[in-house]
Each structure stands twice: as structure tokens, then as C-alpha cells.
């Protein structure tokens, strides 16, 4: 089995793409059209690793698909509309916000969840049901709960992104999966995709900053105004997302997995959206996922300690 690389190196990433941004800005279309082929390339690495011909598998455990939708469909929109009004002066951190943390988490949580000893079968089987589901859902409810900030007539560009840098790589990916259930080179192929979904989501951070960042560099500081809240975010759902696993009466393995998944968030689904959005209105979004990202990554450094001593396997 071909080894999965740790996340650390997405924060190595980010610091890299600040660096080429702030160091050796480069205005280019060139630019611009490596980082969107980057980003589906991105997409595809991610959509291929999740089992999207397994669907019965979510299916066979109807609790766990009620405390999951529960946590995303519920949860996280309550605990994000509330932290949302903090940044009510700041209708593009406010928007960015809603969009990172309405996505459930489709990639980076999954690793979590194996190191913490939970349920991965669990969570695995709904996950592709998460994915097409956020593409419609995020962005209807962040338009809702950002009380008019976001309207309607600002996502039309986003539906561009959506066909060809989510759904196009994802059909790719599907095909692909049907490939390697077939043949084994295809599948041994597809593994060392999988272990280097890492790599692909670095560079797409590093390409986001690069082309990003010199834009925006005056509005750099209201980026800060975000990190309490996105820790707060993890704070919150570690208890609320025990309390869905307990109310639907699951495994200690299966409440593991719902603590991790439901704080796991899916900025790397919405940072195609996020870039396609007008970028003289919104173009301080993607750097608010890619924010997210990076806290991300330390929150489920945390998780994947406290988890299973909050969570003991050998609980009733």
C-alpha cells in the first residue's frame, strides 16, 4: 500500500505561494490558466480517491447517514450563520466564511479519522452524496444566511467552474474508478493517486496565492479576523458533533468519525468556486478557504488526539 503524505506540507505549500506572491508577483493569463488546469487536476485527485461506485455501503447505515446529513444540514449552518454576523461589516470575509464552512468535508478529514481509530466505512460511502450535494446546497444557503450579501445574480460565473473543474474531473474520476475495479494496473495507479492528493491540493494552494495575493495585499489584514472564528468553529463542533453521534445511538467508532467529519469542512471543493466568483467584488474569497484550509489542517492535528480520549472504543 502506497504510504499517504502527511497534510503538513499544504501549510508548506501556503507559505511558498505568500512568499512567490509577495516576493515575485506575476500578473499573467498564463497564470491565471495553470491555476485553473491545476485545480481540476486538484478535483480529479480528490473526487478519484472517494469510493463513488460504493453508495450502499452509506446506505447499509441509515443512523450514520442521519447523524451526518443531521450535523451538515443543521449543525454546522446554525453554528456558522452565528459566527457569520461577527464579520457583518465585511460582506467578502462574511461570504468566504459561509462558502468554507456550509461544505462538508470530502478529503482531509478522512485521514483523520483513520488515525484517530474511527469508523472510515462508516462516513466513506456518503461522502460522493456530500460532494454533488454541496455544489447546489453551499451556495443556495450562503446566499440565505448571509442576510443579502451574497445574491443570486453573483453565482452565474460560478457555473462555468463548477462544469469544468469539478464536474468534468469528477465524471473523469468516476470512469476512471470503473477502470481500475477491472484491471489492476489501473488500480495500483489509481492508489498512488490517491496518496498524492496531498501534493495535488499543494500546488493548487501555492498556484491560488501566486495569482491571488498581489491583488489584495491591502485587504491582507482582515484575513486575521478570521482565525478566532474558524477555531471557535472547531471548538464548537467537537461537543455538537458528539452529541449527533450519541442522540442516533452509534458505535464509539462511528461517533469518532462523525466528531472528525463534521468539523472536516470542504474548502478544497469550493476553492474552484471561490476563484471563479467576480474577482473586483469577491476576490478576497479565496484566500479566506485557503485561510480555512491551513487552520483546518491544525484542527485536525488536534482531533486526532483528543478524539479517542474524549471517545473511548471500549464505551458502551
Given at each position: 500500500m502506497v504510504r499517504q503524505m502527511s497534510t503538513a506540507w499544504i501549510l508548506l505549500a501556503v507559505i511558498v505561494g505568500a512568499g512567490l506572491a509577495i516576493f515575485v508577483p506575476w500578473s499573467s493569463p498564463i497564470l491565471d490558466a495553470v491555476t485553473w488546469v491545476v485545480l481540476a487536476?486538484?478535483?480529479?485527485c480528490v473526487v478519484q480517491a472517494l469510493p463513488l461506485l460504493s453508495l450502499g455501503k452509506a446506505i447499509a447505515k441509515p443512523r450514520v447517514l442521519v447523524?451526518?446529513?443531521?450535523?451538515?444540514?443543521?449543525?454546522v449552518p446554525a453554528v456558522s450563520f452565528v459566527l457569520s454576523r461577527v464579520l457583518w461589516q465585511h460582506p467578502d470575509v462574511q461570504v468566504g466564511l459561509l462558502l468554507v464552512l456550509l461544505a462538508p468535508g470530502v478529503a482531509l478529514s478522512l485521514t483523520t479519522v483513520k488515525q484517530a481509530g474511527g469508523d472510515v466505512e462508516s462516513v466513506l460511502g456518503a461522502k460522493p452524496v456530500l460532494l454533488v450535494g454541496q455544489l447546489v446546497v453551499v451556495p443556495l444557503l450562503a446566499i440565505g444566511?448571509?442576510?443579502g450579501a451574497l445574491r443570486f445574480e453573483d453565482l452565474p460565473p460560478t457555473f462555468v467552474a463548477i462544469a469544468f473543474v469539478i464536474v468534468?474531473?469528477?465524471?473523469?474520476?468516476?470512469?476512471?474508478?470503473?477502470?481500475?475495479?477491472?484491471?489492476?494496473?489501473a488500480s495500483r495507479v489509481r492508489e498512488r493517486l490517491s496518496a498524492s492528493t496531498v501534493v495535488a491540493i499543494s500546488v493548487a494552494v501555492m498556484m491560488v496565492l501566486w495569482s491571488r495575493v498581489p491583488g489584495h495585499?491591502?485587504?491582507?489584514p482582515e484575513l486575521f479576523r478570521l482565525v478566532p472564528l474558524f477555531f471557535a468553529f472547531f471548538v464548537l463542533m467537537a461537543p455538537l458533533g458528539l452529541l449527533a453521534g450519541i442522540l442516533t445511538s452509534l458505535t464509539p467508532g462511528e461517533k469518532r468519525a462523525i466528531m472528525i467529519v463534521g468539523a472536516g469542512r470542504g474548502g478544497v471543493i469550493m476553492l474552484p468556486i471561490a476563484m471563479a466568483l467576480d474577482q473586483d467584488t469577491w476576490g478576497l474569497i479565496p484566500l479566506v478557504v485557503v485561510v480555512h484550509l491551513a487552520i483546518e489542517i491544525l484542527g485536525m492535528m488536534v482531533y486526532r488526539s483528543i478524539v479517542p480520549e474524549i471517545v473511548p472504543l471500549d464505551q458502551p
Open positions: 487536476v486538484m478535483v480529479f447523524a451526518l446529513f443531521s450535523v451538515n444540514l443543521l449543525v444566511l448571509s442576510g468534468v474531473p469528477g465524471i473523469i474520476a468516476l470512469g476512471f474508478q470503473a477502470l481500475a475495479a477491472r484491471s489492476a494496473p495585499l491591502q485587504e491582507l
